[in-house]
């Protein structure tokens, strides 16, 4: 069954230089991108997700602030996933509902596997714990 998972990417640099973190297609990270999007000054009592995806693969970092994905698949697989590090990224398969929570100074930077499609999101919650693939 589809589960999300932690990745760590290499932070290229030092302490008192800075960092760079690098995504490359099927190296590290394992799909074709062909989406990118972020998101930005959402507001911290807001909780924003609340879908699915049918076959989009996500890998998503916090580039500032920190970021909770509560993460269920179709097996009832609750988990928490802490983005807390610019380096630290979550790959997010396909059928994995999440809800997501910002600190007030968070950016979401998305890698996607697709393009965008509004048919491809299932936003009901009992349509997705009911869905049959
Ligand atoms: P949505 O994915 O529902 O955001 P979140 O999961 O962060 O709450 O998208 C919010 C809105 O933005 C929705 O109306 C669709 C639109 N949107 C696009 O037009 N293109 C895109 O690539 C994305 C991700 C969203």
Same mark, same amino acid.
């Given at each position: 069954?589809?589960?999300?998972?932690?990745?760590? %990417?290499?932070?290229?640099? @030092? #302490?008192? %230089?800075?960092?760079? $973190?690098?995504?490359? $297609?099927?190296?590290?990270?394992?799909?074709?991108?062909?989406?990118?999007?972020? =998101?930005?000054? $959402?507001?911290?009592?807001?909780? *924003? &997700?609340?879908?699915?995806?049918?076959?989009?693969?996500?890998?998503?970092? @916090?580039?500032? &602030?920190?970021?909770?994905?509560? =993460?269920?698949?179709?097996? &009832?697989?609750?988990?928490?996933?802490?983005?807390?590090?610019? #380096?630290? &990224?979550?790959?997010?398969?396909?059928?994995?509902?999440?809800?997501?929570?910002? #600190?007030?100074?968070?950016?979401? %930077?998305?890698? @996607?596997?697709? %393009?965008?499609?509004?048919?491809?999101?299932? *936003?009901?919650?009992?349509?997705?714990? $009911?869905?049959?693939?």
């Amino acid at each position: 069954m589809n589960k999300p998972k932690l990745i760590l %990417l290499d932070k290229i640099g @030092a #302490s008192d %230089l800075g960092f760079i $973190t690098v995504v490359e $297609t099927n190296k590290n990270i394992p799909f074709n991108l062909q989406r990118v999007y972020w =998101t930005y000054f $959402t507001p911290q009592d807001v909780i *924003r &997700g609340g879908h699915a995806h049918k076959e989009l693969e996500q890998v998503i970092f @916090a580039v500032s &602030g920190v970021i909770i994905f509560n =993460t269920e698949n179709l097996n &009832g697989e609750r988990e928490k996933f802490i983005l807390d590090n610019p #380096s630290k &990224g979550l790959y997010i398969p396909k059928l994995v509902w999440r809800d997501i929570q910002f #600190s007030h100074n968070a950016v979401l %930077l998305c890698l @996607a596997s697709e %393009l965008y499609d509004e048919n491809d999101y299932i *936003r009901d919650y009992n349509e997705f714990i $009911t869905y049959k693939f």
